[in-house]
């Protein structure tokens, strides 16, 4: 009995992590906004005080569950910005066609990065309304895929004073019209780019050279040391965790204030 009682007990703790990590924090609004394809949904974090509060506009990777980022959306919650997390067309609790399954049955890439990017343009659009946001204070950022959409979302500017990339492309670099594509974004970028990574990512290309092109336009670029034991971690967890965060958040920190002025 006592061994059955402590399997039973086991099981419910674990069921109740699970719980946990599929439950969104307390603070985060699950909203919707409209996109060309229809019905979107996201995550909305406002700082406590009174706004209207400068955004951050966060693009997701290319996981199919984005979740909704807390340990980011708290590090901007903190220096006082609206965070919002939107989640593009299948991915996260947004319906229609998963990206990575368009890709893996023979979707022209640049296509599919261009289609995505209009979810983008309109999350960014929803946000601007919002009486919590300055509108004239917004920075987009994300990391991996979301690090391309943010350099997709630089060529438009949409009013946009900053943008923040994450190791675009570098699980992917070498593919060369889609390396083409974000070098011409950032020739483009209405405001300034930065871009930045850790050493030990799957490639350190996209800093390298669409560093270059940032910095010649006003932005900034910089590979930092090596982060955790593994190109994910050094590619994902540098950007999104807290640990990664406190390596880079001066850096960011500043060059947004920058941009604002």
Not at 43 to 58: R, S
Not at 153 to 176: D, E, Y
Not at 192 to 221: C, M, W
Request: glycine share 10%.
């Amino acid at each position: 009995m006592r061994a059955k009682a402590c399997s039973t007990l086991a099981i419910l703790l674990l069921t109740a992590s699970l719980s946990a990590q599929q439950t969104p924090p307390p603070n985060a609004e699950l909203v919707s906004f409209p996109s060309p394809g229809g019905i979107l949904y996201g995550f909305l974090y406002v700082p406590e005080g009174n706004g209207p509060f400068p955004a951050v506009l966060w693009n997701h990777g290319s996981e199919k569950r984005p979740g909704w980022q807390p340990e980011l959306a708290a590090f901007y919650n903190a220096h006082g910005f609206v965070f919002f997390l939107p989640h593009r067309r299948g991915q996260g609790r947004s319906p229609g066609a998963y990206i990575m399954d368009e890709i893996h049955r023979g979707a022209n890439a640049e296509e599919a990065h261009e289609d995505a990017n209009r979810d983008v343009v309109a999350a960014l659009n929803w946000l601007k309304t919002q009486p919590q946001v300055d509108a004239r204070r917004i920075v987009v950022s994300g990391c991996s895929f979301g690090g391309i959409q943010t350099l997709l979302t630089a060529s438009k500017g949409l009013g946009v004073r900053a943008f923040i990339a994450f190791a675009p492309a570098a699980q992917s670099w070498g593919n060369g019209a889609v390396d083409q594509m974000l070098e011409d974004a950032v020739r483009q970028a209405k405001a300034p780019v930065f871009i930045l990574q850790a050493k030990n990512d799957y490639s350190t290309e996209p800093a390298e050279v669409l560093g270059k092109i940032a910095k010649a336009h006003g932005g900034r670029s910089r590979i930092y040391p090596a982060f955790g034991r593994t190109a994910q971690q050094g590619h994902w967890d540098f950007a999104t965790t807290r640990a990664g965060m406190a390596i880079w958040q001066q850096d960011v920190l500043e060059f947004i204030a920058a941009a604002f002025l």
